[in-house]
């Protein structure tokens, strides 16, 4: 692949960053005092970009920069840097619908691919916090929101019919990303591919057995056309507890590079699949059997919280302000009408529904058996432990993505997720 970069393109250094902001009267004004006293350190851990916190005396910021390549592979792997013009034109629509909870964006350079952010402390990844077995209260009622908002606001239940062709126009460059989705989540994992690995020998055989599963293949084939075809709702693509900062007290969802217009039970899929990994993940973690119990209840009372407050808000929004040109109210102006219409709604949801069980499968089974892994299950150091987490959770996602049908409701999820952790994948207990 050809990759476009701009002449002024400079990927940056710590040594570098600061001539370049001092530039920018609004980054000067908030950091204070000079740019050669900032300080700037790269802290980036995630798989494609820089990112930068950069302090002066008066404040701080973040600023993140795309390479041309994957960073998690190298330049070997090219990748546009117009990701980061998608990412934003995501968070300042996202912010829009969604107030509060992304990073406000401070300042962009397109021909730098840079976007400079709000700097969220003493936030940290979610992730991270949730390996540490830490509760935070605010998830449910924040991603719900999030969810809920940004998509049923960019869906053509809210959106006059030309604005949303534009919308889906808008972002339908970011073919790149969306290739990488296609690739590594819906294809790779399904057959032999460089770029798969897992935990071996121990999943040596779920892994072959995965291969030659066709009602599987089939299942994920039916998701990811739906993923490539699909213009439900400006989406945020990789919605993962690695793109949630947190405190105990707020939160704010990030990285939205990936986003383009698509499926929406992409994104609470992806919701729900990290918090499955994360559940499964837990008898790494604990000091002894059971010692982390509350904490799985925690976690599984978050899927709940998460999904039922999403369909409850979703519903709300819809009732109130689904002015959009799908589902016009000149069509529902009268008592029985509005009735098939309350009816109508509750289906659209439990399509929905079964779009997320199986759109949570796919990434929980790209986690383990695909290029980029999770660091709750990659963390945790006896290969026979890990393997037999991810064995529960490939078992269940195997459920989840042929079966979605089967799960009446969310709580029957979390309980065949108790049922999923309670087996010996591999006969003896570890
Ligand atoms: C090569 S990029 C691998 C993954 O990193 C991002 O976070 C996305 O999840 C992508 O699939
Ligand atoms: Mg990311």
Not at 52 to 65: E, M, N, T, Y
């Given at each position: 692949?050809?990759?476009?970069?701009?002449?002024?393109?400079?990927?940056?250094?710590?040594?570098?960053?600061?001539?370049l902001?001092?530039?920018?009267?609004?980054?000067r004004?908030?950091?204070?005092?000079?740019?050669?006293?900032?300080?700037?350190?790269e802290?980036?851990?995630?798989?494609?970009n820089?990112?930068?916190?950069?302090?002066?005396?008066?404040?701080?910021?973040a600023?993140?920069?795309?390479?041309?390549y994957?960073?998690?592979v190298?330049?070997?792997?090219?990748?546009?840097?117009?990701?980061?013009?998608?990412?934003?034109?995501?968070?300042?629509?996202?912010?829009?619908?969604?107030?509060?909870?992304?990073?406000?964006?401070?300042?962009?350079?397109?021909?730098?691919?840079?976007?400079?952010?709000?700097?969220l402390?003493?936030h940290?990844i979610?992730?991270?916090?949730?390996?540490d077995?830490i509760?935070?209260?605010?998830?449910a009622?924040?991603?719900?929101?999030?969810?809920?908002?940004?998509?049923f606001?960019?869906?053509?239940?809210?959106?006059?019919?030309?604005?949303k062709k534009a919308?889906?126009?808008d972002?339908?460059?970011?073919?790149?990303?969306?290739?990488?989705?296609?690739?590594?989540i819906?294809?790779?994992?399904?057959?032999?591919?460089?770029?798969?690995?897992?935990t071996?020998?121990q999943?040596?055989g779920?892994?072959?057995?995965?291969?030659?599963?066709?009602?599987?293949?089939?299942?994920?084939?039916?998701?990811?056309?739906?993923?490539?075809?699909?213009?439900?709702a400006?989406i945020?693509?990789?919605?993962h507890?690695?793109s949630?900062?947190?405190?105990?007290t707020d939160?704010?969802?990030i990285?939205?590079?990936?986003?383009?217009v698509?499926?929406?039970?992409?994104?609470?899929?992806?919701v729900?699949a990290?918090?499955?990994?994360?559940y499964?993940?837990?008898?790494?973690?604990?000091?002894?059997?059971?010692a982390?119990?509350?904490?799985?209840?925690?976690?599984?009372?978050s899927v709940?919280?998460f999904?039922?407050?999403?369909?409850?808000?979703?519903?709300?929004l819809w009732?109130?302000?689904?002015?959009?040109?799908?589902?016009?109210?000149?069509?529902?102006?009268?008592p029985?009408?509005?009735?098939?219409?309350?009816?109508?709604?509750?289906?659209?949801?439990a399509?929905?529904?079964?779009?997320?069980?199986?759109?949570a499968?796919?990434?929980?089974?790209r986690?383990?058996?695909?290029?980029a892994?999770?660091?709750?299950?990659e963390?945790?150091?006896?290969?026979?432990?890990r393997?037999?987490?991810?064995?529960?959770?490939?078992?269940?996602?195997?459920?989840?993505m042929?079966?979605?049908?089967?799960?009446?409701?969310?709580?029957?999820?979390?309980a065949?997720?108790?049922?999923?952790n309670?087996?010996?994948?591999?006969?003896a207990?570890?």
């Amino acid at each position: 692949m050809k990759i476009d970069v701009p002449e002024a393109y400079v990927p940056q250094t710590p040594e570098s960053l600061p001539a370049l902001l001092g530039s920018v009267a609004v980054i000067r004004d908030l950091l204070g005092g000079t740019p050669d006293t900032w300080t700037v350190e790269e802290v980036g851990d995630g798989n494609l970009n820089l990112v930068f916190k950069v302090r002066g005396p008066a404040g701080g910021i973040a600023v993140k920069q795309a390479l041309p390549y994957v960073r998690l592979v190298g330049e070997s792997w090219p990748l546009p840097l117009t990701r980061a013009h998608f990412e934003h034109l995501a968070l300042v629509r996202q912010a829009r619908h969604a107030p509060g909870l992304t990073p406000a964006v401070i300042h962009y350079d397109a021909d730098m691919a840079l976007i400079a952010m709000e700097l969220l402390e003493p936030h940290i990844i979610m992730r991270h916090g949730m390996i540490d077995g830490i509760v935070y209260p605010l998830f449910a009622e924040a991603l719900s929101t999030f969810a809920a908002s940004t998509l049923f606001h960019t869906s053509d239940l809210a959106m006059a019919a030309a604005d949303k062709k534009a919308l889906v126009a808008d972002f339908a460059g970011n073919t790149a990303l969306c290739a990488i989705t296609e690739d590594l989540i819906f294809t790779e994992p399904y057959m032999v591919a460089d770029n798969n690995r897992w935990t071996s020998p121990q999943l040596d055989g779920l892994a072959a057995s995965i291969r030659t599963d066709s009602e599987l293949k089939v299942a994920v084939s039916r998701l990811k056309v739906k993923f490539m075809s699909s213009t439900e709702a400006m989406i945020h693509g990789d919605l993962h507890t690695g793109s949630i900062m947190v405190t105990q007290t707020d939160t704010r969802i990030i990285d939205p590079e990936f986003a383009f217009v698509g499926p929406m039970g992409f994104d609470t899929g992806a919701v729900i699949a990290n918090l499955l990994l994360n559940y499964f993940s837990q008898i790494g973690h604990e000091d002894g059997p059971g010692a982390r119990d509350s904490y799985r209840d925690w976690v599984l009372g978050s899927v709940e919280g998460f999904w039922n407050e999403f369909h409850s808000r979703f519903l709300a929004l819809w009732r109130n302000e689904g002015k959009g040109d799908a589902y016009p109210s000149a069509l529902f102006d009268d008592p029985v009408a509005r009735i098939r219409l309350a009816r109508e709604q509750e289906r659209y949801m439990a399509d929905l529904f079964a779009d997320t069980l199986a759109f949570a499968a796919a990434k929980m089974v790209r986690r383990i058996l695909g290029l980029a892994h999770n660091i709750d299950l990659e963390n945790i150091a006896d290969a026979d432990v890990r393997a037999t987490a991810e064995a529960r959770a490939l078992m269940m996602a195997r459920s989840l993505m042929t079966s979605p049908g089967h799960y009446g409701s969310i709580e029957a999820v979390t309980a065949a997720a108790r049922q999923w952790n309670a087996i010996e994948p591999f006969g003896a207990k570890v």
